[in-house]
């Protein structure tokens, strides 16, 4: 499945006021400046809201075409 989404992009959702730095949107390459006072989410908690954002997004993608009302031939 193809990924919207990045690890800055989990980050920026789930501690939005943490001060970090992550290279390469590797988590393992992830900065945590320790005057955070949020908690560091761990790798599984990052990756599971990646999902959910891609999950989001493809929701809010999709469309439903059955109100449209095609032209018949006269």
Known sequence: MRKYHQVSDALRSLVPNAKLYVCDEDYDKLEWDESNTDTKPTKEEVEAEIERLDA???AKKSVSY????LPTKA
């Open 56 to 58: 989001e997004h493809l």
């Open 66 to 69: 059955t109100h449209l009302t």
